[in-house]
């Protein structure tokens, strides 16, 4: 599976932005998709997660409320959106597929290249 990731850039806090994240490759040996983020200085972190079939998702208390995670099947890609960003969402954002619903980082097998996320005050 081949994961590609974009859609970063710099916002003020406030406003928003939306991730993509197009998959290739064995697709079907993914079941689910994740997103994590990693700060400067931080460990990398569980943000949220969708199923490719029935689109279940599931975030971290931290986003929950903001960020919104879909996917497009047809497309083979699943979003971010994510909406009133704060200076604490500055990250490198990554997308990641498991086989499972899970939400810790070594439950992933493979990871795209991760876009940046700057939140100004």
């Known amino acids: 599976v081949q994961l590609q990731a974009f859609g970063g850039g710099l916002v003020q806090a406030g406003g928003s932005l939306r991730l993509s994240c197009a998959a290739s490759?064995?697709?079907?040996?993914?079941?689910?998709m994740g997103w994590f983020r990693q700060a400067p200085g931080k460990e990398r972190e569980f943000v949220a997660a969708?199923?490719?079939?029935?689109?279940?998702?599931y975030y971290a208390d931290s986003v929950k409320g903001r960020f919104t995670i879909s996917r497009d099947n047809a497309k083979n890609t699943v979003y971010l959106q994510m909406n009133s960003l704060k200076p604490e969402d500055t990250a490198v954002y990554y997308c990641?597929?498991?086989?499972?619903?899970?939400?810790?980082?070594?439950?992933?097998?493979?990871w795209g290249q991760g876009t940046l996320v700057t939140v100004s005050s």
């Open positions: 969708i199923t490719w079939g029935v689109g279940s998702t």
């Open positions: 990641a597929s498991a086989a499972g619903f899970f939400t810790m980082v070594t439950q992933y097998d493979y």
């Open positions: 490759g064995r697709t079907f040996s993914s079941y689910v």
